[in-house]
């Protein structure tokens, strides 16, 4: 699985097909979730977007203000052709470094991305630098919902670090009763 934690994996995959994939959930099964934390008018960041359908489904559930963005420059041009929803933006960023302004966004949303990142090397710097900046994206208050299929003992090493003040939440979901669950972290940045 090394691989997901490659760059030119991810353009490779990409420029195979130009197909939706989506990892572990449909929105349908994570929307409570996004209804729990996240309100209608909040800025949403989602990172490492691929060519996932959250987003579209978010905007037409009534969540208007959703800046995406991927490291894959091949998906995020394929997603910039489909994109029919206004205001809606695509951005070819590296979610360690984001260009973002501190405090732009009152929600960060991934599904994937984190364990694509741990899958490669220098992991502990990267999730560093990736929390890091998402707390500076966040406004005070603000949600970074991540969803992963790995159990806390291999997460909250990254996410429950003392330079990093959020208070750090984890649920589980199903797609159905008896499948595999996956995990929902839910770091709240102090207001
Ligand atoms: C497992 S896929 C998840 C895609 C999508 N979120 C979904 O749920 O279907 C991981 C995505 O993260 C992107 N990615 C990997 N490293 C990244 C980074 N440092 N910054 C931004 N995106 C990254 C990859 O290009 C890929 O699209």
Redesign the pocket.
């Known amino acids: 699985m090394s691989h997901?934690g490659k760059?030119g994996y991810?353009d490779e995959r990409y420029s195979e097909k130009d197909t939706s994939?989506?990892?572990?959930f449909p929105y349908s099964i994570i929307r409570p979730i996004f209804h729990e934390y996240v309100q209608p008018e909040s800025r949403i960041l989602?990172?490492?977007?691929?060519?996932?359908h959250?987003a579209d489904d978010l905007f037409d559930d009534g969540f208007h203000h959703i800046s995406n963005?991927?490291?894959?420059e091949v998906?995020v041009e394929q997603m910039r052709r489909h994109n029919r929803r206004e205001g809606m933006t695509y951005e070819k960023?590296?979610?360690?470094h984001l260009t973002y302004p501190s405090e732009a966004f009152e929600a960060v949303i991934?599904?994937?991305?984190v364990?694509?990142?741990v899958c490669g090397e220098d992991k502990d710097l990267?999730m560093a630098e990736l929390a890091h900046e998402v707390l500076r994206v966040l406004t005070p208050g603000g949600v970074f919902i991540c969803i992963s299929c790995v159990e806390p003992a291999y997460r909250f090493k990254y996410f429950q670090r003392v330079e990093f003040p959020w208070t750090v939440r984890h649920t589980t979901i199903r797609k159905e009763p008896n499948a595999e669950p996956r995990h929902v972290y839910i770091m709240i940045k102090p207001p």
């Open positions: 997901y760059i991810w994939f989506e990892w572990y989602q990172i490492g977007c691929g060519n996932s959250v963005i991927d490291i894959s998906v960023m590296d979610v360690r991934d599904k994937g991305t364990d694509a990142i990267a």
